[in-house]
């Protein structure tokens, strides 16, 4: 350390500094001390070491002879004054532990950023900002609301510790029956499955699982392709050869509102929606209202699309005899009619009947192996032979001709012999969740129980006490009063698909443990989520 009496030389050019005359800027400061700091740049009233004096060399432009002459000026900082801070604060992981931030403090979206989970509200990384939003009367008042060391993390990685072992007890990741691993036995069979080219139309695995699927649904031909949304899209385009066509699919569906609008933005196809009721289905009568005459300023209604079973819907399997009715209207309307499958096996589950005979009216179907069966890809377009080779035109265009696709058919044949005939146990484990949510009696967490027919269940938050994307959030994290109480550390993912509505799936990844683990977590957070209404009304 210095005398106080000597001066540091601070080297100065062109920047605007409010404590002196001139308009200069600071850009560099010979001292030595500001990595010690810990500072980006040294602050002006922080330091306890400022310079008390500064020499300031500036440059200044004749206005008679345009030479440029250089003074020197002298200014003497007064330490008691005010200075606006010319610094950012790093921040640093060593405050997440310290008394008054633990709980609620993490790392912002950049270096020098803050982030508190409970205010949910990014900070400036400075300890006297974090200090006084700290000390601030809404921050206290939702700690006091129960909020205290709840840590929620943004993804997987922050339930790890810094050697990337988890340290929580159990995982159950319920975002989507598309999650699943293979297991060791679909492995073997992808292993030992005989490939070709299947763009030559010569893999025999490929050959196997197309012929299999078209017996089960007791159509004429089916066509492999890799993903239920090419899938549909390739359904669409082959029925809508033409432009000018529209297709009528519900608003609710798959289709509509989760495929990047395909078949505009691919196909130049319109759609025209009706609205879906809650049972997935839609009326017939508007159906028929919606069907375009012969007029040249509309374009041409071309097919009617329906999901079975419905997503959005909480998983639904369309009731049989207004899928009758459907195909009876679409056949009065000489209309074609394809079916989004992509989980028909459960939907075949719920009600008791075959997959061919929930698509008898359909002129085409998708049905996807990955969805709730395991496969790590895959789904097949079905129907007439006519129609599949129109499709598979359509699915070159699209990129869709795999190669050795062998491998993947036979997870796709395993799925369908040894994982099908299990999907009745996703059902159930479903309905023991709902059950249990049922049973709490909440007003801020519900759940309708005779909605939940398949894997599915919807969760639908007051968004008073709690939205869907703060439940999510809760659920995949871990508190110190819930791992003491619980005696056991529980993360839950589950994916909100509207502002109020969280979804839930199960699938065959799913064991007995993890549904335990599920309820007794979900009931937790229900507790608490209505213990807080209590303290904001008391």
């Not at 031909?221 to 239920?228: D, E, I, R, T």
């Not at 071309?302 to 459907?326: F, Y």
Request: glycine share 8%; charged share 25%; net charge negative.
């Amino acid at each position: 350390m210095e005398d106080d009496g000597a001066k540091k030389e601070v080297m100065v050019t062109s920047m605007k500094a409010e404590y002196i005359e001139h308009s200069i800027e600071v850009t560099h400061f010979a001292t030595s001390d500001m990595e010690a700091q810990g500072l980006g740049m040294p602050g002006l009233d922080d330091a306890a070491d400022v310079p008390t004096e500064m020499t300031v060399s500036v440059e200044e432009q004749n206005p008679n002879d345009g030479r440029l002459e250089v003074m020197e000026l002298k200014h003497s900082i007064d330490k008691k004054k005010k200075r606006i801070r010319a610094y950012s604060q790093k921040f640093r992981k060593e405050w997440i532990q310290m008394g008054e931030f633990q709980g609620w403090l993490s790392e912002g979206s950049a270096p020098d950023r803050a982030y508190c989970t409970v205010c949910s509200k990014e900070l400036l990384a400075g300890k006297s900002e974090l200090l006084k939003h700290a000390n601030g009367k809404k921050h206290k008042k939702r700690l006091e609301e129960g909020h205290i060391n709840m840590t929620v993390p943004t993804d997987l990685s922050s339930v790890l510790d810094g050697t990337a072992i988890p340290h929580v007890l159990q995982i159950v990741d319920l975002r989507s029956d598309t999650v699943t691993q293979p297991s060791r036995e679909m492995k073997e069979a992808m292993f030992d499955a005989p490939v070709g080219d299947d763009v030559f139309s010569e893999d025999p695995t490929v050959k196997a699982l197309e012929e299999k699927v078209a017996r089960m649904l007791e159509k004429e031909a089916a066509l492999f392709v890799p993903s239920g949304t090419m899938a549909n899209l390739i359904c669409v385009l082959t029925h809508c050869w033409g432009r000018g066509s529209e297709v009528i699919v519900g608003d609710q569906s798959h289709l509509h509102l989760w495929a990047q609008g395909g078949i505009a933005q691919v196909g130049s196809v319109h759609h025209r929606s009706i609205r879906n009721l809650p049972d997935g289905t839609f009326s017939l009568q508007d159906l028929r209202s919606l069907v375009r005459g012969d007029d040249p300023h509309w374009p041409v209604t071309t097919l009617v699309c329906v999901e079975n079973t419905h997503n959005m819907m909480g998983g639904k399997a369309l009731p049989l005899q207004w899928v009758d009715d459907l195909g009876t209207l679409c056949n009065e309307l000489n209309l074609p009619l394809h079916m989004d499958g992509a989980r028909l096996i459960n939907a075949s589950v719920a009600l008791g009947t075959s997959p061919a005979r929930l698509v008898q009216w359909c002129d085409s179907v998708s049905l996807c192996l990955n969805k709730g069966l395991g496969a790590p890809m895959g789904s097949l377009v079905v129907g007439t032979k006519e129609f599949i080779t129109r499709a598979l035109r359509v699915r070159k265009v699209l990129g869709g001709g795999l190669h050795q696709a062998g491998m993947f058919a036979a997870a796709g044949i395993y799925a369908l012999d040894h994982i099908a005939p299990r999907l009745s146990l996703d059902h159930t484990n479903a309905r023991a969740i709902a059950q249990s949510v049922s049973e709490v009696h909440s007003s801020a967490i519900t759940v309708d129980l005779k909605g939940v027919q398949t894997n599915v269940v919807l969760l639908h938050c007051d968004n008073i006490r709690v939205n869907a994307k703060k439940l999510c959030q809760r659920l995949a994290s871990v508190t110190d009063a819930e791992s003491e109480e619980m005696g056991e550390q529980i993360v839950v993912m589950m994916l909100p698909i509207t502002e109020t509505t969280v979804r839930l799936m199960m699938h065959c990844d799913v064991k007995k443990d993890d549904i335990k683990a599920v309820i007794k977590k979900l009931k937790y957070i229900i507790q608490e989520y209505d213990n807080m209404m209590y303290l904001e009304y008391k």
